[in-house]
T-cell receptor, first 117, second 113 residues
Framework: GAVVSQHPSWVICKSGTSVKIECRSLDFQATTMFWYRQFPKQSLMLMATSNEGSKATYEQGVEKDKFLINHASLTLSTLTVTSAHPEDSSFYIC?????????????FGPGTRLTVL | GDSVTQMEGPVTLSEEAFLTINCTYTATGYPSLFWYVQYPGEGLQLLLKATKADDKGSNKGFEATYRKETTSFHLEKGSVQVSDSAVYFCALSGVQAGTALIFGKGTTLSVSS
């Protein structure tokens, strides 16, 4: 199998605080993970590509200082939303590409719903 | 750049009706194509995929054929059920391995009994 977990599954925080979301590949290693954002009733938009051992690559318009990504191991990437504001409220989904399997299928986590009050 | 265009919903059907959700794409080379389903409040689940022209992906009664000549990957099901109510996303992965998915806007399907 290829299972990706996210923690927490939902979080509510006050404006101005920081929130960390974890994305873990449970039964495979992943050099590359992706972070997507989904607003209500909209599609998924790629935020950044997380690369193990190097800096993340951010999509145009995504503030790298606000959305900190760390990919410290081959099974874990974290997204930290710093100084969160209500407009950051969204559904954040990660995905991971298994190492060494070839192909182009990536596996998605169940998502994290962030609500900023 | 690469893109995916998906028919807009919502699509409302009665149980046992035939379903088609259109999806066309623009890409260089031969991308892989996917359909994902998202149930309310949940993450994405891979429904089916196709990696080369004329491939047919199928799962749970859903089918889609990779048509290179029409750059399409339409999703079909012969008889929908209430439990199929969800949002369906068409997506493509570029020719280079390890690239992110590009998603269509999603189509909401609502099936009534």
């Amino acid at each position: 199998g290829a299972v990706v977990s996210q923690h927490p599954s939902w979080v509510i925080c006050k404006s101005g605080t920081s929130v960390k979301i974890e994305c873990r590949s449970l039964d495979f290693q992943a050099t590359t993970m992706f972070w997507y954002r989904q607003f209500p009733k909209q599609s998924l938009m790629l935020m950044a590509t997380s690369n193990e051992g190097s800096k993340a690559t951010y999509e145009q318009g995504v503030e790298k200082d606000k959305f900190l990504i760390n990919h410290a191991s081959l099974t874990l990437s974290t997204l930290t939303v710093t100084s969160a504001h209500p407009e950051d409220s969204s559904f954040y989904i990660c995905s991971a590409f298994p190492e060494g399997r070839g192909g182009r299928e990536q596996f998605f986590g169940p998502g994290t719903r962030l609500t900023v009050l | 750049g690469d893109s995916v265009t998906q028919m807009e919903g919502p699509v409302t059907l009665s149980e046992e009706a035939f379903l088609t959700i259109n999806c066309t794409y623009t890409a260089t080379g031969y991308p892989s194509l996917f359909w994902y389903v998202q149930y309310p409040g949940e993450g994405l689940q891979l429904l089916l995929k196709a990696t080369k022209a004329d491939d047919k992906g199928s799962n749970k009664g859903f089918e889609a054929t990779y048509r290179k000549e029409t750059t399409s990957f339409h999703l079909e099901k012969g008889s929908v059920q209430v439990s199929d109510s969800a949002v369906y996303f068409c997506a493509l992965s570029g020719v280079q391995a390890g690239t992110a998915l590009i998603f269509g806007k999603g189509t909401t399907l609502s099936v009534s009994s």
